[in-house]
């Protein structure tokens, strides 16, 4: 059982460019979820999905698309990059957050912009 | 105010101490509550689920008042392993997660 797969691992950037951060889990979870992670914070919600084709905007969406076409994939698109997105990114998943189910990480996408 | 307010630390404990993590949430809607834990430079993983009863997990016991909106995690025992960063994490029926800057526990030998 892979889990959640998140590539690439470590990703440098110039402004102004764009790039998908691929997410995939195969455990037929309904809930997917991308975070990022600044140095000594904790995790804010980027953007979400409750389901294949609906996705909703989480705390910090600005700059960032998402799009859900199977139960499987959530790639995060950063439209034109900006240094202030230099961060960890976390996708991850669960069976639902209508009961206590676990999230699942994958192991986060280490993004710079120069 | 944030959403989801945990004790600011660092804690630094002897090994075999007990510690005691704090988190407050805001909203009241919220419906499910869980402490993970993170390693320095990897992703969070889920460490225990919080019950309106309370519940214990070996050396560890989670605690939710609900009607302070008040979730603790204490830690018996410390062991150097310990060593992380503890998230609070809440739940809203609406599909959202917040969490909480964190805790970072250092248990020393």
């Known amino acids: 059982n892979a889990g959640v797969t998140q590539t690439p691992k470590f990703q440098v950037l110039k402004t102004g460019q764009s790039m998908t951060l691929q997410c995939a889990q195969d455990?037929?979870?309904?809930?997917m979820s991308w975070y990022r992670q600044d140095p000594g914070m904790g995790l804010r919600l980027i953007h979400y999905?409750?389901?294949?084709?609906?996705?909703d905007q989480g705390e910090v969406p600005n700059g960032y698309n998402v799009s859900r076409s199977t139960t499987e994939d959530f790639p995060l698109r950063l439209l034109s990059a900006a240094p202030s997105q230099t961060s960890v990114y976390f996708c991850?998943?669960?069976?639902?957050?209508?009961?206590?189910?676990?999230?699942?990480f994958g192991q986060g996408t280490r993004l710079t912009v120069v | 105010r944030k959403e989801v307010e945990q004790d600011p630390g660092p804690f630094n404990v002897p090994e075999g101490a007990t510690v005691a993590f704090n988190c407050t949430y805001s909203?009241?809607?919220?419906?499910?509550f869980f402490w993970y834990r993170q390693d320095c430079r990897k992703e969070p993983k889920l460490l225990m689920s919080?019950?309106?009863s309370g519940n214990e997990d070996g050396r560890f016991t989670a605690q939710l008042n609900r009607a302070s909106q008040y979730i603790s995690l204490l830690i018996r025992d410390s062991k150097l392993s310990d060593s992380a960063t503890y998230l609070c994490?809440?739940?809203?029926?609406?599909?959202?997660?917040?969490f909480g800057d964190g805790t970072t526990l250092t248990v020393k030998p």
């Open positions: 991850a998943s669960s069976y639902s957050t209508r009961q206590n189910t676990e999230a699942f």
């Open positions: 455990m037929n979870h309904e809930y």
């Open positions: 999905s409750v389901g294949a084709g609906i996705t």
């Open positions: 909203n009241s809607a919220s419906q499910s």
């Open positions: 919080v019950y309106s």
């Open positions: 994490v809440v739940n809203t029926n609406a599909g959202k997660s917040t």
